[in-house]
């Protein structure tokens, strides 16, 4: 078992611990004093993983219920939302009891918003049971959902108590749920640690899962590193976007069907880097091919940019992305939208 404390406004530990799930009521009783929870999660999860959760809960004390939505991107929605507000009145859930995310991203995304909404906020707890989850989207306290005007528009900044991360997990993801966190795995090297990348250059979609524990602590290690120095994406953590701008604009092309995140950000990784670091896109594109992840995309990119434009990190009529200009280190370009467009529309 390893831990990684977060050291933001509210700290939290990260532990990484093959057959932590089953162990999840042990690990939160240290931290959380309520005994009463409500887990979200989505239908596949619940299936897998539900009763080991609520059986580890019970063991130590706590009563709890569960809300299970349908899985997938489309469920991050206002109208989701509204239906765990709902669930959670109707349950006399209480600013002294808290959530447990227990699932992807989109549980954990709509969770954290959930816990920093409800009754002006409560303590949640993420478990994390796909790869992207794990090594990205549960640490740091980014919360969302998805409205018609572009993904994760309306959110919230809401650390959790506490994230258990079972590597065990892991092993029931389908391959091309698997492949899609390798494409956050892979931005993680590229922005910050050649080594990681080049580990992963050892490897591919068939044998990385022999290093994938040293791999998640690496990712989220990290990850911690970054948003300790900026909690609240006002600088330095924008590197962590790195991909995200086209990829964003890819699944929103999609309307979020057909083409998961980790695919977006992959593509939108070898396309920013073809246009601004040349050098690198072959040996990005070989990388990233390796994990059975899209290395560009057919979208003409008249089609792309107004998606763009919607981006998060606008501001005003400037568009900061990110480019690698050596893997290993990343840098945020400040730029207009109209610079963008005419960057992007470059041959």
């Not at 887990?39 to 299970?68: H, K, M, N, P, W």
């Not at 859930?93 to 918003?113: E, H, P, Q, S």
């Not at 931005?187 to 640690?193: T, V, W």
């Not at 290395?295 to 981006?311: A, H, N, Q, R, Y």
Request: aromatic letters at 8%; a negative charge; glycine letters at 10%.
């Amino acid at each position: 078992m390893k831990r990684i404390n977060i050291k933001t406004g509210c700290p939290y530990d990260v532990i990484i611990e093959r057959g932590g799930l089953k162990k999840c009521g042990e690990y939160i009783s240290e931290v959380i004093a309520s005994r009463r929870a409500v887990i979200i999660t989505d239908d596949t999860v619940a299936q897998l993983y539900l009763d080991d959760a609520e059986a580890s809960l019970r063991s130590f004390g706590f009563e709890c219920s569960s809300f299970v939505f349908p899985h997938g991107e489309q469920s991050k929605s206002i109208k989701t939302l509204s239906e765990i507000f709902d669930y959670l009145c109707e349950a006399n859930i209480t600013r002294k009891d808290f959530l447990i995310a227990l699932g992807g991203g989109v549980v954990g995304d709509i969770t954290g918003f959930a816990a920093a909404c409800y009754l002006r906020g409560i303590e949640f707890v993420q478990i994390p049971t796909t790869l992207l989850a794990q090594v990205d989207s549960s640490v740091g306290g980014k919360t969302a959902v998805d409205i018609p005007g572009g993904k994760n528009l309306v959110g919230a900044f809401k650390q959790p108590a506490l994230v258990i991360c079972d590597s065990d997990t892991l092993d029931s993801l389908t391959d091309d749920i698997f492949a899609d966190g390798m494409g956050e795995v892979i931005k993680y090297g590229m922005i910050r640690d050649r080594e990681l990348f080049g580990l992963l250059e050892k490897h591919d979609i068939s044998t990385v899962k022999q290093v994938i524990d040293d791999v998640v602590y690496t990712c989220i290690d990290i990850k911690r590193d970054v948003v300790e120095h900026d909690e609240f994406d006002k600088g330095e953590r924008m590197i962590l976007n790195f991909g995200h701008t086209l990829g964003h604009a890819i699944e929103g092309w999609h309307e979020y069907r057909g083409v998961s995140h980790g695919m977006g950000v992959a593509a939108g990784m070898c396309i920013i880097t073809e246009r601004c670091a040349p050098q690198l896109a072959d040996r990005l594109k070989t990388c990233v091919a390796a994990y059975g992840l899209p290395t560009g995309t057919d979208i003409p990119m008249s089609e792309l940019l107004p998606f763009c434009s919607k981006d998060k990190k606008r501001e005003s009529d400037n568009l900061n992305y990110i480019v690698c200009p050596e893997i290993g280190r990343a840098e945020i370009v400040r730029t207009t939208v109209d610079g963008f467009s005419r960057l992007m529309e470059e041959k």
